[in-house]
């Protein structure tokens, strides 16, 4: 089972609508990366922290997306106002580097955002 | 991103082999990495690929080939459960950041 953890499983939205999904990474791992799954299975990656700090983002998370990554509390990812392509399985990973030959990523279960 | 393709469907035996190609168009990354995603489920890491030729980790294998842009996933003796999803993905130097295909989803038949 993973140690990362994501919340809520499912989340429901109208156009328009905020979108809030939550990650708790695994113990220990200071690195975090947001993925988004289409609904052809394509990966997008959206965006990865280092603790609180962003290390890499796509141009989209830049406009409508933001997210954060608070000491203390669940990393977040929140779209200001969705939109019908949002719908997607939006991923959290987990790493224990940046460098190094080897990055390997433990995933969540994911957050299925469903946009009406 | 990178150019990653992977063919959408591969069916095979319980009890004989399967092969999940890789194609790639991007260079310079730090090394190539195989997942597997149940329906509804994380993707889990299998294996992670640097150096040319064919890497043997009994159940998976994988096989790279940097100047062909190529690697594929081989498992043998199949099972039943062996039926996902398979992903491969380059990961890149900055920040090591991993670009996936959209995977190769392997159905096991009895």
């Known amino acids: 089972n993973s140690k990362v953890i994501q919340t809520p499983r499912y989340l429901v939205k109208g156009q328009g609508q905020k979108a809030k999904m939550r990650c708790i990474p695994e113990?220990?791992?200071?690195?975090v990366f947001w993925y988004q799954q289409n609904k052809n299975n394509e990966f997008k990656f959206l965006i990865n922290f280092q603790n609180q700090e962003v290390l890499q983002q796509i141009d989209m998370t830049e406009k409508r997306f933001s997210a954060e990554c608070p000491s203390n509390s669940p990393c977040s990812l929140e779209i200001q106002s969705s939109e019908a392509g949002d719908s997607a399985l939006y991923l959290c990973a987990s790493s224990l580097r940046t460098g190094g030959r080897q990055n390997t990523l433990y995933f969540g279960a994911g957050t299925r955002l469903s946009v009406l | 991103g990178q150019g990653v393709e992977q063919p959408d469907n591969l069916m095979s035996v319980e009890g004989t082999f399967a092969r999940v190609n890789c194609t790639y168009s991007?260079?310079?990354?730090?090394?190539l990495s195989w997942y597997q995603q149940r329906e509804g489920h994380a993707p889990v890491f299998l294996s992670y690929v640097v150096l040319d030729g064919l890497k043997d980790s009994g159940h998976f294998s994988t096989f790279l080939s940097r100047s062909n842009g190529y690697s594929y996933l081989l498992l043998t003796e199949l099972q039943i459960k062996d039926s996902a999803s398979y992903l491969c993905a380059v990961c890149m130097p900055n920040y090591n950041v991993l670009y996936f295909g959209s995977g190769t989803k392997l159905t096991v038949e009895p």
């Open positions: 113990k220990g791992h200071p690195v």
């Open positions: 991007t260079s310079g990354f730090n090394g």
